[in-house]
């Protein structure tokens, strides 16, 4: 009976971390645009990915939990700019705060952070050019300035790259109708 109560305990202690998920903004995006990308990670999921072994890389990925990565086909989804500043406006209604804004190689990053007790608790990197739209959401947190280096670093991966290229239509072997 003692040992009931204590995973009850436990799991009540727990259950905040359970509700401090993932932004339920990027979730809703995700079911309403359900034939988007969306792939998840862990840290110990992007350290597979640092085949070069760099130790700035996994400096970089050390405080992130959780990625979410999802990606969106505009034209295919009737995705339009008011969509975008409603997505804007409900990720600020969730408490994420915009932290940088910039331009990389002809795509606009948008960086939303989500703090809590002065400590980052998630963030949302929003890539966006005139075809598709990338939503990095990530519970934990990098440094601002690399935020381009883990994009890249994405991009450029063998197998996520490849799929994002698919996806997106840029591969050969991208057959149209394919998901």
């Not at 903004?25 to 034939?35: I, R």
């Not at 989500?114 to 440094?143: C, F, P």
Request: hydrophobic share 35%; charged share 30%.
């Amino acid at each position: 009976m003692k040992q009931i109560r204590l995973l009850i305990f436990a799991a009540a202690a727990l259950a905040p971390a359970w509700l401090h998920a993932q932004s339920s903004t990027t979730e809703a995006l995700q079911k309403k645009h359900h034939d988007a990308l969306s792939l998840f990670f862990y840290n110990n999921t992007l350290r597979m990915l640092n085949q070069s072994e760099d130790k700035d890389f996994d400096e970089l990925i050390k405080d992130i939990e959780k990625m979410r990565f999802l990606m969106i086909r505009k034209n295919e989804s009737n995705f339009r700019e008011g969509d975008f500043r409603k997505l804007l406006s409900d990720y600020k209604a969730e408490s994420f705060e915009e932290a940088l804004t910039s331009r990389h190689e002809g795509k606009n990053f948008d960086v939303y952070i989500k703090e809590q007790g002065g400590k980052t608790k998630g963030m949302l990197v929003l890539v966006n050019d005139s075809t598709n739209l990338y939503i990095l959401d990530i519970l934990g947190s990098i440094a601002l300035n690399k935020i381009n280096k883990l994009y890249t670093t994405l991009d450029q991966s063998t197998d996520i790259g490849s799929k994002i290229k698919a996806f997106t239509g840029g591969s050969k072997d991208h057959k149209a109708g394919d998901k």
